[in-house]
């Protein structure tokens, strides 16, 4: 005769529901060593990072030569996004954990453009700073783009400037590389690496610090919605916006007939204190784009939750006020 199983007595708290895993349980079943799941760990993602900048730069000097910027995106096509999967599926993760894609909505869409609108302003003043620093080497950098980019059609720039890096590089940067630094407690150590990791992939020390901040937005976005959607989204609309800036600035200069104001020579103190002014919306606009990032969330809690509610502000308020007294700083300069 079987022993009677003690009965479980619900309150009018519970549901039936949360007590089945309690039912009829048996021992689980240890997993076969060899059945392991096998994971990727930061200094492996370090390595990985390595070996496929090693094998982009010695692919793409035939590939560059024969096929000049169209090499250039094969490149990253076979390096990138091919290299990346392989790594994956050779250590058996699951794709979709390491790359999820998953159906957008409005708000995230919304969110994510409002993200970029005032990384975008950020970034241009970090370059504008950089080029006051560097001048030489902003030039080296301008003259080299704009040599590469030379006989492409407007498609063809923006097939190989930002459709291709809004996939491949999000598939190596938010996918591989942010998969391996998943297990690190603190999130905001997390987004620095991502940071550091996508300043040194553009190999350019005027380009670091503008790059190092994108790649903290791109990937706490990734963060924030475990979609790779939004990511890659952020990241084509920034580089199709670079070819618009060109051409926007090229039409300016032909129809000033090349006067001084629509040359180059921007990155003097007042433009940098202007450009930081403006940026001064990107603690605003990280906060708001996040929480339509998170709209279910943000329908239940409200834009300020009353929880975080001073915090929430100080957070905000702080980073704007030393951003407008940085642009003050430098356009007290200017007027000098």
Not at 31 to 51: M, N, R, S, T, Y
Not at 114 to 134: C, K, N, P, Q, S
Not at 215 to 229: A, E, P, Q
Not at 317 to 323: A, G, N, R, S
Request: proline share 5%; glycine share 8%; net charge positive.
């Amino acid at each position: 005769m079987e022993p009677q199983k003690k009965p479980i007595h619900l309150n009018e708290n519970d549901t039936p529901y949360l007590y089945e895993p309690f039912r009829n349980q048996t021992p689980a079943k240890r997993p076969h060593p060899a059945e392991k799941e096998k994971i990727l760990k930061p200094w492996q993602g370090l390595l990985v990072f390595a070996f496929l900048m090693v094998l982009f730069n010695l692919a793409g000097i035939p590939l560059v030569l024969a096929g000049g910027m169209y090499g250039n995106a094969l490149d990253e096509i076979i390096v990138f996004l091919i290299g990346s999967i392989l790594v994956v599926r050779a250590l058996h993760i699951p794709l979709k954990e390491v790359f999820p894609l998953k159906k957008p909505d409005g708000a995230g869409i919304l969110g994510t453009i409002l993200m970029w609108y005032v990384t975008y302003r950020g970034v241009l003043a970090l370059f504008l700073l950089m080029e006051w620093i560097f001048p030489q080497e902003y030039a080296s950098l301008s003259e080299s783009m704009d040599s590469s980019m030379a006989g492409l059609s407007y498609f063809g720039e923006l097939l190989v400037v930002a459709l291709t890096p809004a996939i491949c590089e999000e598939a190596l940067h938010r996918g591989l590389l942010q998969y391996s630094l998943r297990g690190i407690k603190k999130k905001w150590v997390m987004l620095l690496l991502m940071g550091v990791y996508f300043g040194a992939f553009h190999m350019s020390i005027v380009r670091f610090l503008p790059m190092m901040m994108m790649g903290i937005v791109l990937s706490y976005v990734r963060m924030k919605t475990d979609n790779m959607f939004y990511s890659s989204l952020f990241h084509f609309v920034h580089n199709a916006s670079t070819i618009v800036a060109s051409i926007a600035a090229s039409f300016l200069y032909m129809f000033s007939q090349g006067n001084a104001a629509a040359g180059s020579g921007y990155a003097t103190e007042t433009y940098i204190g202007m450009y930081l002014i403006e940026a001064a919306l990107m603690p605003i606009g990280l906060y708001m784009g996040s929480r339509l990032l998170m709209y279910q969330q943000t329908k239940r809690e409200g834009f300020f939750p009353k929880e975080r509610r001073k915090k929430t502000i100080a957070k905000i308020v702080i980073p704007t006020i030393l951003l407008i007294l940085g642009g003050l700083f430098f356009l007290g300069i200017g007027m000098m």
